[in-house]
């Protein structure tokens, strides 16, 4: 090789061969190929991540909506599905019909109601079995018990003379069938509220000198003609009632009572409105001499009550009184007052 050549060539930086170069390319591509895609996928992942963000945020806003106050759900139009509040407001218009059927009850018991049918009904539940046509002993003590009365006080004696017989001699503890529906028929009952409302009229008005409690307004009441008669006639109204027991007590044969009989009935009829009686029961016992009472002791007796004051003031002494009635006010005068007792105590 020349000289000159060879200094040009170690002078020059040494070329890459043509082989070389191509292959040096290729290696290049390749690389610059897999690096590539690397680069770009990143920037397409940020493309696509845009309409994910844009799902995300219709879903915020969906939930959001799902979160709204009642009031805008108020205006969406009701589901298949029923709400509390509409449950109750079923439950509450099922019940509704109740009241009505209480209030018709209340107003017009049908029992409370005179018929005739049920006056009879009610007179054979207490009839005796082997008479069809009376209430004796054993049906007058049920009576009395399902009706609430007292036979120990004057019930059993107000009774008797309301459904006294209009023919006959009244019996003790008896009530006949055709006596019964007449009385029922005066005074307009049939059920046993009604008679023991009657019974305990009468024994407020005329044994205790007291006006019966007022009923309701609307109470089914029965016929009080009876009550009224009496209302300002109440010694009247006694005096008869008095003068019928006397009747009813007496034995059939005989013309005078018992004393003992003649003491219970004085103690239920006169005692609770004169103090006196209960001093003359109290000498009666106290004595115990006297067997019976016949009927000019019995109706005199109801006149001194209620002549004679309990001081003796209105006592005459050739005023044709019973001997027990003199008896006892000798008795009366004798006997130490309350201050006198109190004293001798002391």
């Not at 000289?3 to 610059?32: I, L």
């Not at 529906?181 to 009952?189: H, N, P, R, T, V």
């Not at 000019?296 to 009550?305: A, C, E, Q, T």
């Amino acid at each position: 090789m020349p000289a000159k050549r060879k200094r040009e060539e170690e002078a020059a930086p040494a070329a890459p061969s043509t082989r070389s170069t191509r292959s040096s390319a290729r290696t290049a591509a390749k690389e610059s190929q897999q690096a590539a895609p690397a680069v770009t996928k990143p920037k397409k992942a940020k493309t696509a991540a845009k309409p994910k963000a844009t799902t995300t945020k219709r879903k915020v806003e969906a939930q959001a909506a799902d979160d709204e106050p009642t009031k805008s759900k108020a205006k969406v139009p009701p589901t298949d599905e029923p709400s509390t509040k509409k449950s109750k407001s079923t439950v509450t218009k099922a019940a509704a019909p109740d009241p009505p059927i209480v209030k018709q009850k209340a107003k017009a018991p049908p029992t409370d109601v005179y018929s005739e049918e049920a006056a009879l009904d009610l007179f054979s539940t207490y009839a005796d079995e082997d008479n069809a046509n009376l209430i004796g002993p054993t049906g007058f003590e049920t009576l009395f018990e399902d009706a609430e009365l007292s036979m120990e006080g004057a019930h059993q004696l107000i009774i008797s003379w309301l459904f006294k017989p209009e023919k006959g001699v009244p019996e003790m503890l008896n009530i006949e069938k055709e006596a019964w529906m007449a009385g029922c028929k005066s005074l307009q009952l049939s059920s046993l509220p009604l008679l023991k409302r009657a019974i305990t009229d009468l024994e407020c008005l005329l044994v205790m000198g007291k006006s019966a409690p007022k009923q309701p307004a609307n109470a089914v009441s029965y016929n009080m003609n009876t009550y009224r008669s009496y209302e300002n006639e109440k010694r009247t109204g006694l005096q008869k009632l008095y003068l019928f027991c006397f009747t009813l007590a007496k034995p059939e044969a005989s013309k005078n009572i018992d004393i003992d009989t003649a003491v219970a009935m004085w103690t239920v009829l006169l005692a609770p409105r004169y103090p006196l009686m209960s001093e003359i029961i109290e000498f009666i016992t106290e004595k115990g001499s006297y067997k019976a009472a016949n009927k000019d002791l019995w109706n005199m007796m109801f006149d001194f009550v209620n002549t004679v004051k309990s001081n003796l003031s209105g006592y005459e002494a050739d005023g044709a009184w019973p001997s027990l009635i003199d008896d006892f006010v000798e008795w009366k005068k004798q006997k130490p007052t309350e201050r006198e007792v109190f004293e001798i105590e002391d």
